[in-house]
């Protein structure tokens, strides 16, 4: 597969608790320079960074990141809030404990009152794989699909598991037509990346992959 072309398809992503400032802008002249999907940042840098990219690159944060329990109020307004600071595309945390308790109706409710707190922009549903059962994965097949949502996305990488190619192949056989695939967590090289688009993966959110190619580049 063509290094581009799965690099076309990465959130270059930071979202380690100490991110400074020159580690975003770093992570932003990444994603410009090998033509990355988008950068996946906290929020506190968004508005910065959509300033410093322009219309070159896609900023991307997250929100109810990433144990997912904030209320549905407080994950609308950091979405709005992100949306109006500039961010193109959204990743929210499920409610795992809702998928636990089968709360199906409440999940769905609350990924569509952030799918309308995004003011349009992309929505990602990340639900969280490492603490699912299959039948639980399945059911937010169906819960994502009806939302609205733009993606259903396997993992924070703050969970205690990555994405898998069991749960993308899942995925892929579950979600609608109209849903995409993010696979994040635990991407480590250019092997795993191809596994995971060859899939169904539209995205991969990672900052290994840019990694491996600045390594092959010397």
Not at 16 to 31: L, V
Not at 59 to 69: A, K, L, Q, R, S
């Amino acid at each position: 597969m063509d290094l581009k072309e799965i690099l076309s398809k990465c959130d270059h992503t930071l979202l380690a608790q100490t991110s400074t400032w020159p580690e975003i802008k770093a992570i932003c002249d990444d994603g410009m320079k090998y033509g990355c999907a988008s950068v996946c940042i906290p929020a506190s840098h968004v508005k910065q960074a959509a300033e410093y990219v322009g219309d070159k690159l896609a900023i991307c944060t997250v929100i109810g990141f990433p144990n997912g329990y904030d209320t549905t109020a407080a994950k609308c307004f950091m979405a709005t809030d992100a949306a109006d600071n500039g961010a193109e595309e959204i990743d929210m945390v499920i409610n795992v404990g809702w998928a636990k308790e089968g709360k199906w109706d409440a999940l769905l409710e609350e990924i569509k009152a952030v799918k309308a707190a995004c003011k349009g922009r992309l929505l990602k549903v990340i639900i969280e794989c490492c603490l699912l059962t299959d039948e639980e994965k399945i059911k937010m097949c169906e819960v994502v699909t009806n939302s609205g949502a733009d993606y259903i996305k396997t993992s924070t990488g703050f969970g205690g598991g990555g994405a898998t190619r069991e749960d993308v192949a899942l995925f892929a056989k579950y979600v609608g037509p109209g849903v995409k695939i993010k696979a994040a967590g635990g991407i480590a090289d250019l092997k795993d990346a191809e596994d995971f688009i060859n899939l169904g993966a539209s995205r991969l959110g990672t900052s290994r992959i840019v990694k491996a190619v600045k390594a092959m580049e010397g």
